[in-house]
């Protein structure tokens, strides 16, 4: 039971190029997320699945899109990478979104963008 | 106003000691609290989560939460120096439908040996 698991772990892309961040759980969980994480700005949503064959932007979707593959895989695609996107990635699960689900968070992928 | 606020830090505390971490948050109809640690290049892991008003302990850690006031705190008992991590406030307006959780940015703990 590998639980949230997502690839690439490091990237460095140039601006203006493109990426896919992959993201897979193995709980069952019907709702996913993809949060940013900045220093001194916490944990920011990107875009969230509430379920299979759902996307809703969340905080900050200005220059991501997202995929809901299926139920276990939510990847989040960056088309034309910024500066501004320099930032750790979290991709995380929960069982739904009732307000009382833990989020159960994947390694994370450290992205630089030059 | 932040939605979610925490002292940054660091918080040095002596091993053995008692740790206090607090959190305010604005919105009143907030209802499930949720603390979670994370250690310097890892990911947050969950280790408290409270919903009502008054005290919740596991372990070592006791949540506290009062919402007339809008806090919740996370008291660390008989601190390790394997506590030193970062911890951060979650907090969720309700149940029903998708709640926006709203993270802080964290305090950060040392724990002194």
């Known amino acids: 039971n590998a639980g949230v698991t997502q690839t690439p772990k490091f990237q460095v892309l140039k601006t203006g190029q493109s990426m896919t961040l992959q993201c897979a759980q193995d709980m069952n969980h019907n709702s996913m997320y993809w949060y940013r994480q900045d220093p001194g700005m916490g944990l920011r949503l990107i875009y969230y699945s509430a379920s299979e064959g759902t996307t809703d932007k969340g905080e900050v979707p200005n220059g991501y899109n997202v995929s809901r593959l299926n139920k276990r895989e939510f990847s989040l695609r960056l088309e034309s990478a910024a500066p501004s996107q320099t930032s750790v990635y979290f991709c995380a699960s929960s069982l739904d979104t009732w307000g009382q689900e833990t989020q159960y968070f994947g390694p994370g992928t450290r992205l630089l963008v030059l | 106003q932040k939605e979610v606020e925490q002292n940054s830090g660091p918080l040095s505390v002596p091993e053995g000691a008692i740790a206090s971490l607090n959190c305010t948050y604005s919105?009143?109809?907030?209802?499930?609290f949720f603390w979670y640690r994370q250690y310097s290049g890892k990911s947050p892991e969950l280790i408290m989560s409270i919903y009502s008003n008054g005290d919740k302990e596991d372990g070592r850690f006791t949540a506290q939460l009062n919402k007339a006031s809008q806090y919740v705190s996370l008291l660390i008992r008989d601190s390790q120096p394997s506590d030193s991590a970062t911890y951060l406030c979650a907090v969720n307006r309700g149940s029903g439908g998708y709640q926006k959780v709203t993270f802080g940015t964290g305090t950060k703990l040392q724990v002194i040996p």
């Open positions: 919105d009143r109809g907030s209802q499930s």
